[in-house]
């Protein structure tokens, strides 16, 4: 069984520039959570969807936006990249109940 | 502000000791208080606690939840190399699973 998908690995974009990356999650998760790692401010959520709709959001400027397809797999955009964008963004799905989210190997951005 | 805390930040042993590593958290609306293992990218899921006092094992791994005192316990007996990692506790609240918060982590070294 596949796991979650992200793409791409490793991206280098320079400042101002706007990026999109996409997750695919496990089939059959229709749960999709977005979360970016730093080693300052560790693991930090960003959003989750479910069926198509943002369930929540975190504390992120309006520059972080996301969605998802009827399929399930999602993408995340941000905008005008600043410096402090460069992290490892983790994409995470769920089937729900206790099963908890499984990750994906995530997407490495840094920001030049 | 919601927050958890883990203790300690770092760790080092040796093969065959016990560990204890330490969640603590104060997180309005608590829904469930997850475990996950880093090594390199993607977290791996170890436990989901949702009661109070009923442990959850895995093999060497077990974890236990006490919503009174507002913590959590993650006990790794007999120690091996492959143990090494990066130790993160999350927190979820509200009315979805999606949305976590998570420890900074706890880095336990393995030695042989």
């Known amino acids: 069984k596949a796991g979650v998908t992200q793409t791409p690995r490793y991206l280098i974009k320079t400042r101002g520039q706007q990026v999109t990356l996409s997750c695919s999650p496990i089939?059959?998760?229709?749960?999709v959570s977005w979360y970016q790692q730093t080693p300052g401010q560790g693991l930090q959520f960003l959003f989750e969807?479910?069926?198509?709709?943002?369930?929540n959001k975190g504390n992120f400027p309006g520059r972080f936006s996301g969605r998802q397809f009827s399929n399930s797999r999602s993408e995340m955009n941000v905008s005008t990249l600043e410096l402090g964008d460069s992290a490892l963004y983790l994409c995470?799905?769920?089937?729900?109940?206790?099963?908890?989210?499984?990750f994906g190997s995530g997407t490495r951005l840094t920001v030049v | 502000e919601d927050k958890v805390v883990q203790s300690p930040l770092s760790l080092v042993v040796h093969e065959g000791d016990t560990v204890t590593l330490n969640c603590s958290y104060e997180v309005t609306n608590f829904r469930s208080l997850l475990w996950y293992k880093q090594e390199k990218k993607a977290p791996t899921f170890l436990f989901m606690l949702?009661?109070?006092?009923i442990e959850k094992k895995s093999g060497r791994l077990s974890s236990i939840l006490d919503k009174k005192e507002l913590f959590s316990i993650l006990n790794i007996t007999a120690t091996q190399t492959g143990d090494s990692a990066v130790y993160l506790c999350?927190?979820?609240?509200?009315?979805?699973?999606?949305?976590?918060?998570f420890g900074k982590g706890t880095k336990l070294s393995v030695k042989p």
């Open positions: 969807y479910f069926s198509e709709t943002q369930r």
């Open positions: 995470a799905s769920s089937l729900g109940g206790a099963h908890g989210y499984t």
């Open positions: 089939s059959g998760h229709r749960s």
């Open positions: 949702t009661s109070s006092g």
């Open positions: 999350a927190v979820g609240y509200g009315g979805s699973q999606g949305n976590l918060i």
